[in-house]
C-alpha cells in the first residue's frame, strides 16, 4: 500500500493533484459562469425513465452548453438514500433546488403540479422557469392565478413558457422543440469566470453547489497532508 502511495505521489497525476490542491488553498480555482446545474422537473413515463419531454430537454441544454449539468430528482434521491438521508423527499428537493442554479418544471403531470408548488416559494422563485401547455394559457386556474402570476409578476413573464402538447408526450415527446430557443435564453448560460471555489466548499457534508462536482475520497485527499 505504501509503494503503491509512493507511485501515486511521484506519477504525473500525483504532480497535478498537489498543483491543483496548493491552486485550490490559495483561491486560484474558480467555477466558471457556465457550469451552471439545471433542476429538470416533470413527469416519468416508467418508475425509472424520465419522460420524453425531459430527455429532450436534458440534451438541448447540455448540448447548447457543454459546461451545464442537468439533473434528475430521482437520481439525486438514489443517491441520497444509498448514503443513508432520512429526510422526506420535498425536503430533499428543496435542498437540491437551494443549490440549483436554475429550476425548470414541465407541467406534464401530477407530481410536476406538486413540486411548481412547492418551489413557487419566494427563496426560489427566482430560478425558476415553467413550461406549460397552451390549451391551459387563458384558463383561470389556480395554477395560472397563483404560481404562474407570482412568477410572472415577480420575475418575467417569459420565464412562463407555452406550447401544445400532446397527450402521448410523455412516452413519445413532441413539439417541446418549440421553446428551445426561449427557453434557453432564459437559461442564461453565459461564459466567463464566477466565484472562487473554496476547499472546504468542495466537502459533501456543505451540501453546496461546488461539492457535487468532486468525489467524496477526492475532496478528502485535497484536505490531508501531504506525505
Not at 438541448?60 to 442537468?70: I, L, M, N, Y
Request: proline share 4%.
Amino acid at each position: 500500500m505504501l509503494k503503491y502511495s509512493l507511485l501515486l505521489a511521484n506519477s504525473a497525476v500525483g504532480k497535478r493533484l498537489r498543483q491543483f490542491k496548493l491552486a485550490l488553498l490559495e483561491g486560484h480555482i474558480f467555477l466558471a459562469k457556465s457550469r451552471a446545474l439545471i433542476f429538470l422537473c416533470g413527469a416519468n413515463h416508467t418508475p425509472s425513465t424520465p419522460s420524453k419531454r425531459r430527455e429532450l430537454i436534458k440534451c438541448a441544454a447540455e448540448t447548447w452548453s457543454p459546461d451545464a449539468r442537468v439533473i434528475y430528482a430521482e437520481g439525486i434521491f438514489r443517491e441520497l438514500s444509498s448514503l443513508g438521508a432520512k429526510s422526506n423527499v420535498l425536503d430533499q428537493e428543496t435542498l437540491i433546488s437551494a443549490i440549483a442554479d436554475r429550476i425548470i418544471i414541465i407541467l406534464e403531470g401530477n407530481s410536476a403540479f406538486a413540486e411548481l408548488g412547492a418551489f413557487a416559494h419566494k427563496t426560489l422563485r427566482d430560478k425558476l422557469i415553467v413550461i406549460n401547455d397552451s390549451q391551459y394559457e387563458n384558463s383561470e386556474s389556480f395554477i395560472n392565478l397563483g404560481p404562474l402570476k407570482a412568477i410572472k409578476e415577480e420575475i418575467s413573464e417569459k420565464n412562463v413558457l407555452w406550447y401544445p402538447m400532446s397527450p402521448s408526450g410523455v412516452v413519445y415527446g413532441d413539439g417541446i422543440g418549440a421553446v428551445f430557443a426561449d427557453l434557453m435564453a432564459r437559461l442564461n448560460l453565459t461564459s466567463g469566470r464566477g466565484a472562487m471555489i473554496s476547499v472546504y466548499d468542495c466537502l459533501p457534508s456543505k451540501h453546496s453547489k461546488t461539492s457535487l462536482y468532486f468525489a467524496p475520497v477526492v475532496s478528502q485527499r485535497f484536505l490531508a497532508n501531504d506525505s
